[in-house]
């Protein structure tokens, strides 16, 4: 049997082989893919994971940034990385998750530095990790500077805002204030029950509200009724 021929028989077998790894490879990715996600929905819904279960994730994570250095697969690991800090209860792996997660944003924001999203999970890591700091004031104020109207933030910064509030600038003041008119028709109840916790909240939430009249009416409706539980 000549060469040409020997050649022509084994291609077949080759393709084959290859059909066959492939699809098998295939296979293992997606189930792989599937555990990891089934991974992320229990850290959404803050539920603790096993530490085989934190290495599946953050390999996956670190597989994926080897082909693609990308800002938001680091924004999406510092999250993950948060939510880690945020359900566990020693204090020491506390400011363990929350300093991978500090890294991680840091690595986001290099990428891509004017991410309202990023800059807003800096200041509140760094709050975090040290309580007020002007770190975290000036990432907050930076957050509003390059996405004011960015819906699913609102309530978020204006709760960090009023933890942050006697060492916020003058001018940082002033986009908060108006963060809570723009956030309001979002989170009107999340807002009502953080102007209720406590007398500063109230003072500043219904001073900036007081500039939106139509708003006004009904955030002072709502003030007066009982408050409502809003986890």
Do not use: C
């Not at 020997?6 to 189930?31: M, N, W």
């Not at 990790?129 to 109207?149: C, D, F, I, Q, R």
């Amino acid at each position: 049997m000549n060469y040409l021929l020997k050649f022509t028989l084994i291609i077949p077998v080759l393709a084959g082989s290859f059909l066959i790894y492939s699809s098998s490879r295939y296979f293992v990715d997606s189930i792989r893919s599937i555990e990891t996600l089934q991974i992320e929905d229990k850290l959404l819904d803050k539920k603790n994971i096993s530490l085989k279960e934190k290495k599946i994730l953050f390999d996956s994570i670190k597989l994926r940034l080897e082909s693609i250095d990308s800002p938001e697969l680091y924004y999406k690991k510092s999250n993950f990385e948060r939510r880690l800090a945020e359900i566990e209860d020693d204090r020491t792996q506390k400011l363990y998750w929350y300093e991978r997660a500090e890294d991680s944003i840091e690595n986001s924001l290099i990428r891509r530095p004017s991410d309202p999203y990023a800059l807003f999970r800096l200041a509140y890591i760094k709050y975090k990790l040290s309580g007020p700091n002007t770190v975290s004031a000036k990432a907050l104020e930076l957050s509003y500077l390059t996405g004011m109207h960015e819906p699913s933030l609102g309530y978020e910064r204006t709760r960090l805002a009023l933890k942050l509030w006697n060492i916020l600038s003058t001018n940082t003041k002033k986009l908060a204030k108006s963060q809570i008119i723009f956030a309001f028709p979002y989170h009107g109840t999340k807002l009502i029950n953080l102007a209720k916790q406590n007398h500063k909240n109230l003072r500043i939430i219904t001073r900036a509200m007081a500039k939106d009249i139509k708003q006004f009416k009904t955030y002072i409706r709502s003030v007066n009724k009982k408050p409502v539980s809003v986890r």
